[in-house]
Nanobody
Framework: QVQLVESGGGLVQAGDSLRLSCAAS????????MGWFRQAPGKEREFVAV????????YYADSVKGRFTISRDNAKNTVYLQMNSLKPEDAAVYYC????????????????????WGQGTQVTVSS
């Protein structure tokens, strides 16, 4: 059974930092791409960042470039999203997702292309 479990969300003030984690289990993810998405109330789910388990340069949404960093720890089967200089507009439920078997050949930003999803973790940013 494939499981993606996010953690690390919370309530912070604008300018603060948070690190989200996504623990993956239930299959071999080594050939997958792992993405982070977010969804604010009344809005569509939007792409944040993606990385290949196999390595290589990650890809970011313009809105988070320079503030967020995605990384992975293959030994722990965990993907991270370090979020710095948080803004109120970053508030959302954050989801991690796996895009099967792409191995970093290219990155999808459409959430419909992702195969497995976590349950999400809430990030709230007060101004």
């Amino acid at each position: 059974q494939v499981q993606l479990v996010e953690s690390g969300g919370g309530l912070v003030q604008a300018g603060d930092s948070l690190r989200l984690s996504c623990a993956a289990s239930g299959r071999t993810f080594s050939s997958d791409n792992m993405g982070w998405f977010r969804q604010a109330p009344g809005k569509e789910r939007e792409f944040v960042a993606v990385i290949a388990w196999s390595g290589g340069k990650p890809y970011y949404a313009d809105s988070v470039k320079g503030r967020f960093t995605i990384s992975r720890d293959n030994a722990k089967n965990t993907v991270y999203l370090q979020m710095n200089s948080l803004k109120p507009e970053d508030a959302a439920v954050y989801y991690c997702a796996a895009d099967r078997d792409l191995g970093g050949r290219y990155f999808n930003t459409d959430p419909r292309e992702y195969d497995y999803w976590g349950q999400g973790t809430q990030v709230t940013v007060s101004s």
